[in-house]
């Protein structure tokens, strides 16, 4: 990177926003995919294409996980890169194949979702799991082949004897990287919304379906999925789209620059709040977190020992003894046996 293509701006306050959103995107994230991981892993009784693209979704936002630390301690230290070249690429390389498979695998199980409620008889819906692991693999494939250009190049800059690393460049456009931080958003939110309209508007048409639990489960799926992906990915384009368009005014603008590194947290919360998508996709999901739930507030139990006290003898096995004890006192007294219809 050209030395004069890096930006320092005095009293940074990128460096003292970014920590605490990093560390809770970190803390959140890193807890939910991971107790998600466990869930598919161990808890998952029978896998499907859908499970296997929830799957790899959650290995992504993990992987992405992983590289927040180095980026938290990048931005405590006033945005001074304390490490070398390589691991610079190599950090942002991982930020930008997990965004962009987080992103490919969000979209993935929106078109699948589609398949099973607009056209549930369509030849789709009936892949075997090789085939969704095979897809799987070629998804992987597109999304390295499309960021591997980041490791490509060196992103480290030194002005004033401090050492950055961005992928971007606040100084003018980005060329491929920008092309493909615009495509990544836009042809994913087109096929989302395209689902999600297309859902809605088939279960409308089938009344006494859209009644049924089920398809309202589906629409739910469909609209977290939308809400998410909205949510994450829309504000670091427009900050994005917004410098491209007032370059040169905006470059090393303090403002335009918080903006993009502020919004660019957000598609870090994405792995923050993909465990909803986990959530509603599958009943097994909320039985399996109540599980958890129930394990956390369940007391521990004190070591007794197993033999039980006087004192724990079944109530009914002490009705049982006085019962007889009562009965044969009493038929030595009389011929009508009443204590035994008493106990």
């Known amino acids: 990177m050209d030395n004069g293509s890096c930006c320092l701006i005095e009293g940074d306050p990128i460096s003292r926003v970014m920590p605490p959103l990093l560390i809770l995107a970190f803390v959140l994230g890193a807890l939910g995919n991971g107790i998600a991981l466990c ?49 610079c690429r190599v950090v942002l390389f991982m930020l930008a194949m997990n965004r962009a498979g987080s992103i490919v695998f969000l979209t993935v199980v929106a078109v699948d979702r589609y398949f099973k409620v607009v056209h549930p008889h369509h030849v789709l819906n009936t892949i075997s799991n090789r085939t969704a692991a095979g897809i799987v693999c070629a998804l992987w494939t597109m999304v390295i082949l499309g960021t591997l250009y980041l490791l490509m190049e060196n992103h480290l800059c030194v002005q004033e004897k401090t050492i950055s690393c961005e992928s971007f460049i606040m100084e003018s456009a980005n060329g491929w990287h920008d092309i493909m931080f615009q495509l990544e958003f836009f042809l994913p939110l087109g096929i989302i919304l395209f689902c999600s309209f297309k859902i809605i508007w088939s279960l409308k048409q089938r009344q006494q379906l859209a009644r049924q639990t089920r398809m309202k489960k589906a629409m739910r799926f469909i609209m977290v999925v939308m809400a998410v992906f909205v949510t994450c990915y829309l504000p670091s384009v427009s900050a994005r789209l917004y410098f491209l368009w007032t370059v040169p005014s905006s470059a090393c603008n303090p403002s335009v620059h918080v903006a993009l590194h502020v919004t660019l947290s957000f598609t870090y919360m994405n792995s923050m709040l993909d465990p909803l998508v986990y959530y509603f996709s599958s009943p097994s999901f909320p039985k399996f977190y109540t599980k958890l739930q129930i394990r956390s507030l369940r007391p521990k139990r004190t070591g007794r020992s197993k033999t039980q006290r006087p004192e724990e003898t ?20 009389s011929d009508v046996p009443w204590g035994l219809h008493m106990c």
Not at 61 to 82: A, G, K, S
């Open 314 to 333: 079944p109530i009914s096995n002490l009705c049982r003894k006085s019962c007889t004890s009562v009965a044969n006192s009493l038929q030595s007294q």
């Open 39 to 87: 869930g598919f892993c161990f808890h998952m009784k029978t896998w499907k294409p859908s499970t296997i693209y929830l799957f790899n979704l959650a290995v992504a936002d993990f992987l992405l996980m992983i590289c927040l630390p180095f980026r938290t301690d990048y931005y405590r230290r006033d945005r001074r890169w304390t490490f070398e070249d390589i691991p």
